[in-house]
């Protein structure tokens, strides 16, 4: 069995992402909440590092400990936190403590991020030069038990990065009908594990929280999920709106059993493994819809 299949093997269905974990609340907070996730059924849990979050994969190292049955991803290591040699031999001690349990996502983040480290945004080249650090790090350092990779990607090009030079893709905030184009990119021997926001509840609380979302997106210049956006035919008056249209697509809405049919779309479209993230105010309550939902979602 390839790692690609072994890591579909693992993953199953459906898994949860969650927001950065942030230096304020003690750990044994997300520990108890990673433990009542995975014994929901859901078979990974995701989530990345932020501004006053913690470092990921050190935090992922103690969840992996005490948590001992559960894939674990980052989604994502942001490549601003660390150089590329530090991630692959990050990535390489987790899996390498953790056989199996671990997904390394990288991505590039965002230009506000890279003006941050006095630097200039060339997103492609400069994902395209740490995934070359990475590699070169590996092939002086073999790493003991081999670990999935896949790239924040969103357009063509960083598909194309993603199907070229890691194992597959992890998409954040797109719309449903993102993961048809981007398996057609990836094609079928790559991982495919979009994030998907879910609100349980009305249309009209999904387009209430899609308009604070596009808000921030704007407020922080986050010019590449607009631009996907746009990318695949939606107009500035269905994301400013937002329409019906963009609202239907960017976010599964309904009672449980209505977002669970909208998941299989998914699945059905291409997606190895689909991460889900209610829309809520607080780390618990995402927490708790995410455990609402678990007996129709991760059947």
Request: charged share 25%; glycine share 10%; no cysteine.
């Amino acid at each position: 069995m390839t790692l690609i299949e072994d890591t579909r093997a693992r993953l199953g269905a459906v898994g949860a992402w969650l927001p950065s974990a942030p230096l304020a609340p003690p750990p044994d907070v997300e520990r108890a909440a990673t433990r009542r996730l995975a014994d929901a059924g859901y078979r990974s849990i995701w989530s990345g590092e932020g501004p006053g979050s913690r470092e990921v994969l050190a935090h992922f190292g103690d969840l992996l400990a005490s948590v001992p049955d559960v894939v674990l991803g980052t989604g994502i290591a942001n490549v601003w936190s660390r150089p590329g040699r530090t991630a692959e031999k990050g990535g390489a001690t987790l899996a390498h403590a953790h056989p199996g349990r671990f997904v390394l996502g990288i991505g590039i983040g965002h230009a506000f991020q890279a003006t941050k480290y006095g630097a200039d945004y060339r997103p492609l080249e400069q994902m395209r030069g740490y995934l070359s650090e990475m590699d070169a790090t590996a092939a002086e350092s073999p790493p003991a038990i081999a670990f999935p990779r896949v790239l924040a990607a969103i357009g063509p090009r960083m598909l194309e990065l993603a199907r070229d030079h890691a194992d597959g893709a992890h998409p954040f905030a797109q719309p449903v009908s993102h993961t048809p184009y981007a398996r057609e990119i990836l094609g079928p021997d790559k991982l495919l594990i979009p994030q998907q926001a879910v609100v349980p509840g009305t249309r009209e609380d999904a387009r209430a929280h899609v308009r604070r979302s596009v808000a921030q997106l704007r407020e922080h210049r986050a010019q590449a999920y607009l631009a996907g956006w746009e990318r695949l035919g939606y107009t500035r008056a269905d994301i400013d709106g937002p329409s019906d249209r963009f609202v239907d697509d960017l976010v599964l809405w309904g009672d449980g059993k209505t977002i669970a049919e909208r998941l299989g779309e998914l699945l059905d479209a291409g997606a190895d493994h689909v991460l889900l993230t209610p829309y809520a105010a607080s780390f618990d309550s995402i927490v708790d819809l995410l455990a609402d939902l678990a007996p129709e979602v991760t059947r």
